[in-house]
């Protein structure tokens, strides 16, 4: 399977995660990212850094960021 062919169905497709969330602090910063988003990582001592190393490790919150992220964007 080639990796490296163009998805233009999927909304992010060469976006990187650490993108996502400067994107998010941003945009709504960690308290509403915590308001949003149930974990510990925009709860207590939040920082890029920590949360990175959390949602790589973690399927359904990664799922969770990149949900709140494209609700962020603006409509086409």
């Known amino acids: 399977m080639d990796t490296n062919k163009e ?10 995660l650490i ?5 998010l602090v ?7 990212m915590a308001s949003e988003i149930n974990i510990n990582c925009f709860k207590k ?3 890029i850094k920590s ?7 973690t399927p359904w919150a990664r799922e969770k ?3 709140l992220y494209l609700k962020t964007l603006p409509k086409k």
């Open 51 to 57: 949360s990175l190393k959390f949602l790589r490790k």
């Open 45 to 47: 001592d939040p920082s």
């Open 26 to 32: 941003n945009a709504l910063g960690w308290e509403t």
């Open 7 to 16: 998805q233009p169905n999927n909304s992010l497709h060469g976006v990187k």
């Open 19 to 23: 993108d996502i969330l400067e994107h």
């Open 65 to 67: 960021v990149e949900y």
